[in-house]
């Protein structure tokens, strides 16, 4: 304990209630302390085993901040507690919801982080940091400001971003300059990660005054088509996503690759008052969220080792409710294997690749294999196998995507994998630089559809109009799918969901675009699926073809697509 004492002042002479708020205090910090590093420890799987420890730290927290609140002129005299200290409660705060979030899937969460991460700016509570001679404070406050800034990301608060990129800049300068560290250039690499994250996007979209407008790419209520009367699907429901980052991305932040985060976001509804919410420096606790849980819970796997995906993934299975779906996303660089074997099973064909820094062999590192074996860092099809007792959908992006064609559904159950296109146009972005196309369509199907046609802006009433366009193309894929009589019924089981419903849409939409324009000329160059889609009722449906047209008339790149075949409007 610490008491500010002046003068002949003793401890005796301190009054009792204000020692005891002191002690109080001490023993409430110290708590939080402990309980916030335990959470280190907790396996990142599984819904139950962290939520009652979760709770606990939650309770310690809330107990310390409005401990603080109303006690702070006799913690200021007597304990001589600082701003920063406050701050650093309130940044953990706000890690917690943030950490809540990821758990929970429940964008209410990441609204109570960034509320926390507000009020530590406009109170300015690390203000004094740079005034004392301690880099590890100033370091505290760096990574307070990577976390708000990815906060902000998630919640697409573009313009806040950019001040806060600016306002880390100037702070990295400053710690760089009084300090002779050794972390310079990581921070100087984070201030490029962040600038790519925010330009990543290929289009953007412009009002009347020429200023850029940020919209959401989240799951608008009605964003959905609607299950038309009649129409028979399953009533599977996506409980669990994992998503997988180990590609050659060099979009990237806080181990969050560009095509992670659109994916992050393809899987949310957007709440009603996460626009307009503001701070209110509330705690809530985790009993307070909402009965019925909106979005599938998640779970953000950056370069795992194979052990780690496949710890996640039994974990995932293990807890899967009855009549829910698995949905695993990987967008991972391409394995192809060295050697071809007489007999071509689902291990066969290379897979995608998972990290191999932290896998060991009995206890040593990997040692080089022969030509007979299979490449060991990797996620073949068959690994999957056990995983397909259950409803399983899977997204695959990645230069060997095709490799998960070769399944076998051997039990029975729903099994859907869309996969992207092994190879791309050399006239078509790099994916390393934006990110994937294939991801982008599945993120936003407009978005891809201006930046395969070179587009780099759009105004802002065009956008809506393509948009208002768009839902009818999505409600006429959805009744081909629906109303195919050759479609495999895998398909039609997961069409009950909003989320899986919407995938399936993007994706043939994504797959139609791609087949009538004039850039992609190669096989390899379209996307796949297992079950293979009837190309007639879907992706080459006439119908669906003369949509594309006329989105491309409307968006004046008609003449980026061939039109020969089919009927013009």
């Known amino acids: 304990m610490i008491a500010v004492m002046t003068g002949a002042e003793t401890e005796d002479d301190i009054p009792f209630g204000e020692r005891k708020t002191v002690t109080d205090f001490c023993y409430l910090l110290d708590k939080s302390k402990q309980l916030f590093n335990g959470l280190r420890d907790l396996p990142q799987y599984g819904h139950k085993q ?3 420890y979760f709770g606990r730290t939650f309770d310690v927290y809330t107990k310390l901040w409005k ?6 002129q006799v913690l200021d005299t007597r304990y001589g507690l600082k701003r920063w200290q406050i701050g650093e409660v309130a940044s953990k705060i706000g ?59 998630l919640l697409n608060k573009m313009d806040l971003v950019k001040i806060l990129v600016k306002e880390l800049s100037e702070e990295i300068e400053d710690y760089t300059q009084r300090f002779n560290t050794e972390d310079q250039l990581e921070w100087n690499l984070v201030l490029q990660e962040v600038a790519s994250f925010v330009e990543a996007d290929p289009v953007v979209l412009l009002d009347d005054n020429n200023s850029v407008t940020v ?24 409980a669990d996503a994992l998503i997988v ?70 974990a995932s299975f293990k807890e899967l409710p009855a009549n829910s779906v698995l949905l695993v996303y990987l967008s991972a660089t391409g394995v192809f294997p060295s050697i071809h074997s007489d007999y071509e099973g689902p291990f066969d064909f290379g897979g995608v690749l998972t990290n191999s820094n932290r896998d060991v062999v009995n206890g040593e590192a990997t040692q080089k294999r022969n030509q007979s074996q299979k490449e060991m860092h990797c996620l073949h099809p068959g690994d999957l196998l056990p995983f397909t007792r259950k409803p399983l959908f899977i ?13 076998t559904n051997m039990f029975g159950q ?32 407009l978005l891809a559809f201006l930046s395969v046609c070179g587009l780099s802006s759009v105004r802002r009433e065009l956008w809506h109009s393509a948009q208002e366009f768009l839902h009818k193309v999505h409600r006429d894929i959805g009744q081909m799918i629906a109303q195919s009589p050759t479609i495999d019924q895998a398909f039609l089981q997961f069409f009950g969901d909003e989320f899986l419903r919407l995938l399936l849409i993007r994706f043939v939409f994504c797959s139609a675009a791609l087949r009538l324009h004039k850039v992609f000329r190669e096989a390899q160059s379209f996307p796949e699926s297992y079950p293979e889609l009837p190309k007639q009722d879907t992706v080459e449906n006439g119908v669906l073809q003369r949509h594309i047209l006329k989105m491309a008339t409307l968006l004046d790149v008609q003449n980026m697509f061939w039109d020969d075949s089919v009927e013009a409007y």
Not at 137 to 149: D, S
Not at 395 to 407: A, E, G, L, R
């Open 414 to 445: 729903p099994l859907v994998c869309l996969l992207s296109p092994k190879v791309y146009p050399k006239t078509v972005q790099d994916p390393s630089q934006r990110g994937s196309l294939f991801t982008l369509f599945l993120y936003s199907p």
């Open 245 to 314: 980052g180990n590609s050659n991305s060099q979009v990237k932040f806080s181990e969050l690759t560009i095509d992670m985060f659109r994916m992050l976001q393809t899987l949310e509804r957007e709440p009603a008052n996460l626009a307009t919410q503001t701070s209110k420096q509330g705690i809530l606790e985790p009993s307070e969220k909402p009965a019925k849980r909106e979005n599938p819970h998640k779970y953000l796997l950056y370069k795992p080792t194979f052990s780690q995906l496949f710890t996640f993934l039994s």
């Open 50 to 52: 962290w939520q009652s």
């Open 95 to 153: 890690q917690l919801y943030y950490h809540y979030y990821l758990r929970t899937s429940e964008t209410s969460y990441l609204n109570e982080a960034f509320s926390f991460y507000s009020a530590i700016r406009q109170r300015s509570y690390y203000y004094q940091v740079n005034r004392e001679d301690r880099p590890e404070l100033v370091v505290k406050k760096l990574r307070y400001y990577a976390r708000y800034i990815v906060v902000c990301l």
């Open 67 to 72: 401990f603080q609140q109303q006690h702070r």
């Open 215 to 238: 919209v959401s790419y989240r799951l608008q209520e009605g964003g959905v088509p609607p299950l038309e009367q009649g129409m028979v699907v399953g009533q599977l429901v996506l």
């Open 395 to 407: 997204i695959v992006d990645s230069t060997n995507s095709t490799s998960y064609k070769n399944f």
